[in-house]
């Protein structure tokens, strides 16, 4: 499936990552013979790549999004879960050996 990339990023060992707009996100290396895309290599043709289309394989299997954006702040349930025993708080009790039963 067609897929739009959005972003361009390195990951933690320096090699290329298409970030595509249905929440994917695709290696991009160049090493030839491989893989040619020299592309990669400027941040002049990297930036051309941004709007263009890839093949998203991973939709097509119907995968999740690795990278879901719901805008917001994080929920914080820390006031309904007993830091003792991590027992929802719902009154159905601690867990066995809980400090706090």
């Given at each position: 499936?067609?897929?739009?990339?959005?972003?361009?990023?390195?990951?933690?060992?320096?090699?290329w990552?298409?970030?595509?707009?249905?929440?994917?996100?695709?290696?991009?290396?160049?090493?030839?013979?491989?893989?040619?895309?020299?592309?990669?290599?400027?941040?002049?043709?990297?930036?051309?790549?941004?709007?263009?289309?890839?093949?998203?394989?991973l939709?097509?299997?119907?995968?999740?999004?690795?990278?879901?954006?719901?805008?917001?702040?994080a929920?914080?349930?820390?006031?309904?879960?007993?830091?003792?025993?991590?027992?929802?708080?719902?009154?159905?009790?601690?867990?066995?050996?809980?400090?706090?039963?």
């Amino acid at each position: 499936m067609e897929r739009v990339i959005v972003g361009l990023r390195q990951d933690a060992d320096g090699d290329w990552v298409a970030e595509l707009d249905c929440g994917h996100d695709q290696h991009v290396r160049h090493r030839p013979p491989f893989e040619s895309r020299p592309w990669v290599l400027t941040e002049e043709t990297r930036a051309e790549r941004i709007g263009t289309a890839r093949d998203c394989p991973l939709c097509d299997r119907g995968a999740p999004p690795a990278r879901v954006d719901y805008g917001g702040e994080a929920a914080c349930f820390a006031h309904v879960v007993c830091p003792g025993c991590g027992a929802v708080l719902d009154g159905s009790g601690h867990r066995p050996g809980c400090p706090r039963s």
